[in-house]
């Protein structure tokens, strides 16, 4: 039998059937309703026993909650894998995915991923499984109060500390203090202008206030950093080592280990790992 693992990103839909047949690709998050693809691919492949799916929005117990980027027009994927090809079916939100890839990938209990690619955002594991509080909005760290921003975020604040520390922030300091180009951390530090190196140096602080809020409210044994902007900058893995201990609690800090994530697609890896823990007992 096989089964099948489900990135659902704001851009693609990555999966990868395991098992007897192996295969893996990806279509436009754009061009497919994500439970028609699910149905497609199980109707093309009947052997597949069990789905698991990785998604870019607030999931709870199963059901999803929002979807800002994703065409999702069934919003109980669970209910209808099971009554309608009697499969069980597991899906989480992307960030608690990678940090379970994360946690397993480092071998590491006590873990907070911080992903900072066009949004900020947190997955934490606790003694080994995923975190996920009342409402499952533990680890919406891209929206803590920071300072006042002239804009609004997504979410209607206008001081978000993902207005500082994401690809999209930077992108609305740009425009606001016209910098030209490319929202591009180290051509922005290397710029003339000051304005523009001023935008560097905010996107670094927001980073190390986030991550130094992550350790001190929930003390990680490891913090891993990725996402986009952060892989393209690796020099923000040395900025937040060098400076954690200034910021955040000082026991927290010791023996603290901070990493950059090391994983191609940890969301993915991660909605594999959810597969593992599927029973069935429909
Ligand atoms: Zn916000």
């Known amino acids: ?40 691919m199980l109707e093309k492949e009947p052997d597949i026993d ?34 309608l090809y009697g499969i069980p079916l597991k899906i989480e939100n992307d960030l608690n995915c990678a940090a379970l890839a994360e946690s397993v990938y480092w071998n590491e209990k006590e873990l907070v991923a911080i992903y900072s690619g066009t949004g900020l955002g947190a997955g934490i594991v606790s003694r080994g499984e995923i975190l996920h509080g009342w409402r499952s909005l533990a680890g919406e760290i891209g929206h803590i109060p920071y300072k006042e921003a002239p804009f609004t975020c997504g979410c209607g604040k206008r001081n ?28 922005l530090r290397e710029s003339l202008k000051s304005e523009c190196r001023e935008i560097a140096k905010m996107y670094e602080e927001a980073l190390l206030h986030a991550v130094a809020t992550a350790v001190t409210l929930l003390n990680p044994k490891a913090v891993v950093l990725g996402g986009g902007v952060v892989e393209h900058n690796p020099y923000l893995v040395e900025v937040v080592r060098r400076d954690i201990a200034n910021v955040a609690l000082k026991p927290s ?26 029973t069935y007992e429909l």
């Not at 693609?12 to 690709?25: A, D, F, N, T």
């Not at 994401?166 to 203090?177: H, I, N, P, T, V």
């Not at 603290?256 to 697609?265: A, F, P």
Request: proline share 2%.
């Open 1 to 40: 039998m096989s089964r099948l693992a489900i990135d659902a990103g704001g851009t693609w839909l990555r999966y990868e059937v395991v098992g007897q047949k192996s295969l893996c690709g990806r279509v436009s998050s754009k061009d497919v309703d994500l439970w028609q693809f699910i149905s497609s």
């Open 50 to 83: 069990a789905v698991a799916v990785s998604f870019a929005g607030q999931v709870h117990e199963g059901e999803i909650i929002s979807a800002p980027n994703i065409k999702v027009k069934e919003r109980e994927l669970q209910t209808l894998a099971e009554t």
């Open 160 to 187: 978000c500390i993902e207005l500082y520390a994401s690809g999209s922030g930077l992108q609305k300091w740009m425009r606001e203090y016209g910098c030209k180009g490319e929202p591009d951390l180290s051509r």
């Open 253 to 278: 800090c010791e023996a603290l280990e901070i990493r950059m994530s090391e994983i191609e697609d940890a969301s993915l890896e991660g909605a594999k790992l959810l597969l593992d823990t599927i």
